[in-house]
T-cell receptor, first 115, second 107 residues
Framework: KAGVTQTPRYLIKTRGQQVTLSCSPI?????VSWYQQTPGQGLQFLFEYFSETQRNKGNFPGRFSGRQFSNSRSEMNVSTLELGDSALYLCASSLLGGQMNTEAFFGQGTRLTVV | AQRVTQPEKLLSVFKGAPVELKCNYSYSGSPELFWYVQYSRQRLQLLLR??SRESIKGFTADLNKGETSFHLKKPFAQEEDSAMYYCAEGGSEKLVFGKGTKLTVNP
């Protein structure tokens, strides 16, 4: 079956702009989580969506938001971009996520560069 | 707060040598622990989880609740084991990762 697909793979934006990243989970998976990966901080949890509801949220400012559609596809949005938002953004899908914590499958990520 | 600590950013061993990647967690409930691996130019993937008690690619990890550790071990490292390794804890509805250890296995 197809894996987790993230689009676009690469993005270059300028400070102050906003950006929307997309994630298509594995068919049948209802949980989608987003992570920010940087060399200094590693993988930091942004938020998790399950059945179109945000179930968990990490410690990121309100400029970071997301949503999930009825087909489980998810988008995350970052508004008023800052240089420090440059990172690899990873999406992970799992069957149930949450406390059930079935295996998480990761996409290849979207590399965002803010200039 | 839920925390996962991987004390070594870099670890270098020779082929055939034993390797141990350290991981400590701070979750006070019943922990759900995982090791994920990211090979060069590949996506992050699950290596093993403590609940299954499997050995994958020769790697094992034992949960030690007394020491709150979940160290990853392999008796004889191979060059293809060179990768980034992340320990993760998922007992409280979200998966929290350590900062990772880059393992290099030299020929």
């Amino acid at each position: 079956k197809a894996g987790v697909t993230q689009t676009p793979r690469y993005l270059i934006k300028t400070r102050g702009q906003q950006v929307t990243l997309s994630c298509s989970p594995i068919s049948g998976h209802r949980s989608v989580s987003w992570y920010q990966q940087t060399p200094g901080q590693g993988l930091q949890f942004l938020f998790e969506y399950f059945s179109e509801t945000q179930r968990n949220k990490g410690n990121f400012p309100g400029r970071f938001s997301g949503r999930q559609f009825s087909n489980s596809r998810s988008e995350m949005n970052v508004s008023t971009l800052e240089l420090g938002d440059s990172a690899l953004y990873l999406c992970a899908s799992s069957l149930l996520g949450g406390q059930m914590n079935t295996e998480a499958f990761f996409g290849q990520g979207t590399r965002l560069t803010v200039v | 707060a839920q925390r996962v600590t991987q004390p070594e950013k870099l670890l270098s061993v020779f082929k055939g040598a034993p390797v141990e990647l350290k991981c400590n967690y701070s979750y006070s409930g019943s922990p759900e622990l995982f090791w994920y691996v990211q090979y060069s130019r590949q996506r992050l993937q699950l290596l093993l989880r403590h609940i299954s008690r499997e050995s994958i690619k020769g790697f094992t990890a034992d949960l030690n609740k007394g020491e709150t550790s979940f160290h990853l071990k392999k008796p004889f490292a191979q060059e293809e084991d060179s990768a980034m390794y992340y320990c993760a804890e998922g007992g409280s509805e979200k998966l929290v990762f350590g900062k990772g250890t880059k393992l290099t296995v030299n020929p």
